[in-house]
């Protein structure tokens, strides 16, 4: 079980975890990079291969005596639902998985709140330009002083 990008490994337990144990089945819960642990102990950033973080996981599964390597299945919540999809198509031990729910663009979200002219610069490629000025941005207390409320439109119908 993996989660995305947010998700903590105890969540894992009400999103199935725990489930799959009251039935007896074996769970197993990593961080893989760019999750919790793995970012912000450790400082490793997301890879869009995941397959190359899946394969070994199941290499260490499959060396034990306990798990059974014709019955693994995998679940990827959130942003996971995106990359457990992707390991899929390259490693084929898995005989089902869960995509929960299965993101098809992880850029969709990160990008829903750039204004126009960052957007332009994003997909024109002028990285360096793009970078630039989201960390003229990062800084917290800029971006304190610089927020404004934003309007909030009623219905008066509601």
Known sequence: ?????DGTLP???????????ARG??????????QQSMLFEHQVPFRPDWEAVLTPVLDTLVSRT????EALVGYGISQGGYWITRALAFEHRLRAAVADPGVVDVSAS?????????LD???AGRREHFD????????????????TPTPRTTCSTC
């Open 121 to 123: 610069l994003l997909h």
């Open 1 to 5: 079980m993996t989660n995305g990008s």
């Open 11 to 21: 969540s894992l337990l009400s999103y199935g975890a725990g489930e799959a144990l």
């Open 25 to 34: 089945w074996n769970a197993f819960l990593f961080d893989g990079p760019g």
């Open 132 to 147: 630039a000025l989201l960390r003229a941005h990062a800084d917290p207390a800029r971006a304190r002083s610089a927020a």
């Open 110 to 118: 990160w990008t829903a709140a750039l204004p126009e002219p960052l």
């Open 66 to 69: 306990d798990v059974d390597g």
